[in-house]
């Protein structure tokens, strides 16, 4: 699993406030052919996001102040290729409804304390084959006879462009730079100061009539139940 020598590493975020476990997954990811910087909490994490590019973030969940779920949520709700950087996520909190919030929320792995450091290694790996296997999230997404700029949050049908409120773009964006993960509808409406999600139901039944070609049978702009909506492009 080492680098070949022409590549250059890949960079790894370590985030964890356990001094101990981040120097133990610093020095063990290093020799595993990794680049690695760590931050002891959530700021020192943005701190690092806003100066370096990371090819994947792993995350300890129970932080003081800031938690796992915030930064992880924070880290979707940004443009761009940033936006889209994988998190693998770590906590000794392993019940089904963490792993639920932390995936719904956009973790691409999650890992419960205590792990072997072989499998953390696996996952990384997985994780980033997966990652490297994905269309680049800068290129359009694709919905039939329509495509969606993600970087400019504009949307075309063939050559035209079709007029979108802020608000719709805004929502199309979220849900495009997160394709086929779906999205719980209170968290796409706290972007909205939605407190009762109603405003999401319209922009999605508005957006509905203009990229489906039968709206109330949504082949793109589809309901997860339970969840809230998910966009599953071509």
Known sequence: MNATTDAPARHLLVVDDDDRI????????????????VAPD??????MMA??????VVLD?????????????????????????PVLLLT???????????????ADDY????????????????????????????????LGAFTFDTERSELFHGETLVRLTEAE????????LNANAPIERM????????????????????????????PKNPRYLLTARGVGYMLAPD
Request: proline fraction near 4%; hydrophobic fraction near 45%.
């Open 42 to 47: 959530a700021a020192g994490a943005r701190r």
């Open 169 to 176: 773009a805004q929502l199309l964006q979220r849900l495009a």
């Open 111 to 142: 890992l419960a304390k205590p792990f072997e450091p072989q499998e953390l290694l696996l996952r990384i790996e997985a994780i980033l084959r997966r990652a490297a296997s994905r269309p680049s999230r800068r290129e359009p997404v694709r």
């Open 92 to 106: 000794a909190r392993g019940e089904a409804r963490d792993r639920i919030e932390g995936l719904s929320l956009g």
């Open 51 to 56: 100066t370096l590019d990371f090819d994947l």
């Open 187 to 214: 968290d796409l409406a706290s972007q909205a100061s939605d407190a009762a999600g109603r405003a999401v139901d319209v922009q999605v039944t508005r957006l509905r009539r203009k990229i489906e070609a039968d």
């Open 22 to 37: 981040r120097e133990l997954l610093k020095e063990f990811l290093t020799r595993a052919a990794f680049r690695v910087t």
């Open 61 to 85: 969940v129970m932080m003081p102040g800031e938690d796992g779920f915030s930064l992880t949520k924070s880290l979707r709700a940004r443009g761009g290729a940033a936006g889209a950087t």
